[in-house]
């Protein structure tokens, strides 16, 4: 069974940074590209960043580049998110989700919130 | 950036109704066009991607078509499980782009 598992969520102040991680099992983590789609509250989906199973091709929305970063860890089965420069427009629940081999997403983790406030 | 606009952002519908949302993208996206489902305070689960293929265990009940740049996903018989937002995305450039999703609710 495919599950992704985030954790990191949590209260941070502005300008402050935070990191989310997503652990993958039941499936071979290195073969798939993997992405971080986000949610405001009570609004809808926003995709956020994706990274190639090597790690060699990544890919932000405008409103992200140059303060957060994606990577992973194929030896670990982890994706993360690095946040830096936190805004409260930030503040969401950030989705791990594992990419099929034609771009779409197939699976969803359950999700991290994380609040941007003083 | 390529911008997906859903219709209508709600509709009420009973059990039983056959229901269609409709997407529609600012240019042609090759059918790269996945459909989501999402219930309140859960995560999304994917239903339809390629436009009109089905996701792994999703029911026949749900249907997606079109092409280009216009698409619909269809729901043949409403049941109190489908009460959710749908919403639609498209996959086939940088940055993907949601619609900004269909609320269904009971009448």
């Known amino acids: 069974e495919v599950q992704l598992v985030e954790s990191g969520g949590g209260l941070v102040q502005p300008r402050g940074s935070l990191r989310l991680s997503c652990v993958g099992s039941g499936f071979t983590f290195s073969s798939y590209w993997m992405s971080w789609v986000r949610q405001a509250p009570g609004k809808g989906l926003e995709w956020v960043a994706i990274i190639k199973p090597d790690g060699g091709e990544k890919h932000y929305v405008d409103s992200v580049k140059g303060r957060f970063t994606i990577s992973r860890d194929n030896a670990k089965n982890s994706l993360y998110l690095q946040m830096n420069s936190l805004r409260a427009e930030d503040t969401a629940v950030y989705y791990c989700?594992?990419?099929?081999?034609?771009?779409?997403?197939?699976?969803w983790g359950q999700g991290t919130l994380v609040t941007v406030s003083s | 950036d390529i911008q997906m606009t859903q219709s209508p952002s709600s509709l009420s519908a009973s059990v039983g109704d056959r229901v269609t949302i409709t997407c529609r993208a600012s240019q042609d996206i090759n059918n790269y066009l996945a459909w989501f489902q999402q219930k309140p305070g859960k995560a999304p689960k994917s239903l339809i991607y390629?436009?009109?293929s089905l996701q792994s265990g999703v029911p026949s009940k749900f249907s997606g078509s079109g092409s280009g740049t216009d698409f619909t996903l269809t729901i043949s018989s409403l049941q109190p499980e489908d009460f959710a937002t749908y919403y639609c995305q498209q996959y086939n450039s940088y940055p993907l782009t949601f619609g900004g999703g269909t609320k269904v609710e009971i009448k």
């Open positions: 390629l436009a009109s």
């Open positions: 989700a594992r990419v099929w081999q034609d771009g779409t997403v197939d699976y």
